[in-house]
């Protein structure tokens, strides 16, 4: 009978699981949107794909060793608590996963935060395969971020740290979801880059191109969406163009404050963001050539991740795999 462990990945657009075995390789894997009324219901939907996995484990004579969450939120890596959610997923603050899901399946599971998953993922199976110190951005809704210093998981006190994406590029800058100003994730997230191209948007009628104006007359601001930001910079919208190169300039300006910090051999960028646009991350390693100190930062490859959608729940697998020495 072979073994996998199960790894879940709960984001705040989707929630994802799937078998993975002592490579890394994903054996069937399924996912789902993360239910708007968060709390329950994400465990509940957490739990129906547990539920299908397990059959069709049992189905192929697999044996499931452990389960392993990757999870949005700050998470008490130790005890396998949400601390804090992000404002991204509603009601799942204090949300003690690995003892609900310890009591449901009775097996061991290990949370952490989905960012940290993400990168442990790419230096187990992906482009930063052999690396023991690297940087892990991941961009989607919104910025999550992972350390790898020594050849382990950055965790600070209780498994907070490497929250990336609120790394502050300017303080006179926006609101950002974190209560602060000026954070990486409110110029360079999904999010970010929506709420950015919205002002500009609102402020600045005059320079609305042809191509914005007619899909703003049906769909008004609110139907803008992150893929347009894209769209539009690529027809030749200006105020598109202005988002996209401030969201470069915040990012490529984090990430040299990363390689100063940290001294990474790699920088892995992955999330929704970066797979449906391949070319961001060429546009941001140019950019980081730039700046900062040469000796720290031009030695240092700025990667698209390769695992795409599947890393979260690879590197949630490891938190089971590597625990038991596999
Ligand atoms: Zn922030």
């Not at 396998?80 to 992000?86: E, H, N, Y």
Request: aromatic letters at 4%; hydrophobic letters at 45%.
């Amino acid at each position: 009978m072979s073994e996998c462990v199960v790894g879940v990945d709960i984001g705040a657009t989707k929630v994802a699981a799937g078998l993975v075995d002592e490579t890394g390789g994903l054996r069937g894997a399924l996912t789902v949107p993360t239910p708007e009324m968060g709390g329950e219901a994400v465990l509940k939907a957490v739990f129906d794909l547990l539920h299908y996995l397990a059959a069709r484990a049992q189905r192929h004579a697999i044996h499931i060793r452990g389960i392993g969450v990757g999870t949005a939120g700050q998470v008490d890596a130790e005890q396998g608590i949400v601390r804090s959610a992000t404002a991204n997923l509603r009601e799942w603050s204090q949300v003690p996963l690995a003892e609900r899901i310890g009591q449901a399946t009775r097996l061991p599971v290990r949370v952490d935060n989905d960012g940290n998953a993400a990168l442990l993922a790419e230096v187990w199976a992906g482009a930063a395969k052999g690396h023991g110190d690297a940087v892990g951005l991941t961009i989607g809704t919104g910025i999550g971020g992972g350390v790898v210093t020594g050849g382990r998981i950055l965790h600070g006190a209780w498994g907070g740290a490497a929250e990336l994406g609120h790394l502050c590029v300017n303080f006179r800058g926006p609101r950002c979801t974190c209560g602060s100003t000026g954070c990486v994730e409110a110029y360079a997230s999904g999010h970010g880059l929506v709420e950015r191209l919205q002002e500009r948007l609102a402020a600045q009628p005059a320079d609305v191109s042809p191509v914005a104006r007619e899909y703003l007359s049906s769909h008004g601001l609110d139907g803008v969406t992150t893929a347009m930001v894209f769209q539009w910079a690529e027809a030749g919208d200006a105020l598109a163009r202005e988002t996209l190169d401030d969201a470069l300039a915040a990012l490529a300006h984090a990430v040299v404050s990363l390689i100063h910090t940290f001294n990474p051999t790699v920088v892995v960028v992955g999330g929704g963001v970066v797979a449906a646009n391949p070319a961001f991350v060429s546009q941001l390693a140019a950019r980081v050539r730039g700046l900062g100190m040469s000796s720290l930062v031009q030695p240092v490859p700025i990667v698209p991740a390769q695992l795409g959608a599947r890393a979260g729940v690879i590197g949630a697998a490891s938190l089971i795999w590597w625990q038991c020495g596999g």
